[in-house]
T-cell receptor
Framework: DVKVTQSSRYLVKRTGEKVFLECVQD?????MFWYRQDPGLGLRLIYF???????EKGDIPEGYSVSREKKERFSLILESASTNQTSMYLC???????????????FGQGTRLTVV | AQTVTQSQPEMSVQEAETVTLSCTYD???????LFWYKQPPSRQMILVIR??????QNATENRFSVNFQKAAKSFSLKISDSQLGDTAMYFC???????????FGTGTRLQVFP
């Protein structure tokens, strides 16, 4: 059974703290993603990684950075948390390459982050 | 840049009835995939159905089917015989052949009533 695991379901952090959100997948997928989900805004892509140590900015990368030192792990870092980063964060992974069977993205259960 | 638009923030349907969720998208590309994902209250996002743009036949998965109109850039989801377990957020998503990035719409919250 495929699995994407996010380290926390709920997290409360203080303004200015450095925050790490961890995501691990056990499917040997090349691609990994971090999305932010807000009511009325849907899922917005923060960062995307298509290989170890490779990353690409998404639509809203400001205030975030990522790390992918191993294929199975993709970390999202909030360098200095702010209240406007209070949100639901979703990690996903997928295979690369063409072919309809490779297109499905698998998601973690999300981390609801509150910055106070 | 590609965009995905879902114009219905909320919808409701009675159990056993049929409901259609709308989605439009904008792209200049010719080769791409379209998806519907479901996010129930448990928050676990799962794939409902997908369509490859070059295929003219509409995709179906049991009670779920799509109406794909490539020229109109429209991709609606039809849920037949609605069940209480269909209550969820539904997201339409786009992915081009050139990139593996999924671009999502804003979602439609579907409530199925007994």
């Amino acid at each position: 059974d495929v699995k994407v695991t996010q380290s926390s379901r709920y997290l409360v952090k203080r303004t200015g703290e450095k925050v790490f959100l961890e995501c691990v997948q056990d499917m040997d997928h090349e691609n990994m993603f971090w999305y932010r989900q807000d009511p009325g805004l849907g899922l917005r892509l923060i960062y995307f990684s298509y290989d170890v140590k490779m990353k690409e900015k998404g639509d809203i990368p400001e205030g975030y950075s990522v790390s992918r030192e191993k294929k199975e792990r993709f970390s999202l870092i909030l360098e200095s948390a702010s209240t406007n980063q209070t949100s639901m964060y979703l990690c996903a992974s997928s295979l690369t390459g063409t072919g309809e069977a490779n297109t499905e993205a698998f998601f973690g259960q999300g981390t609801r982050l509150t910055v106070v | 840049a590609q965009t995905v638009t879902q114009s219905q923030p909320e919808m409701s349907v009675q159990e056993a009835e049929t409901v259609t969720l709308s989605c439009t998208y904008d792209t200049s590309e010719n080769n791409y995939y379209l998806f519907w994902y479901k996010q129930p209250p448990s928050r676990q996002m799962i794939l409902v159905i997908r369509q490859e743009a070059y295929k003219q036949q509409n995709a179906t998965e049991n009670r779920f089917s799509v109406n794909f109109q490539k020229a109109a850039k429209s991709f609606s989801l039809k849920i037949s015989d609605s069940q209480l377990g269909d209550t969820a957020m539904y997201f339409c998503a786009f992915m081009s052949y050139n990139t593996d990035k999924l671009i999502f719409g804003t979602g439609t919250r579907l409530q199925v009533f007994p």
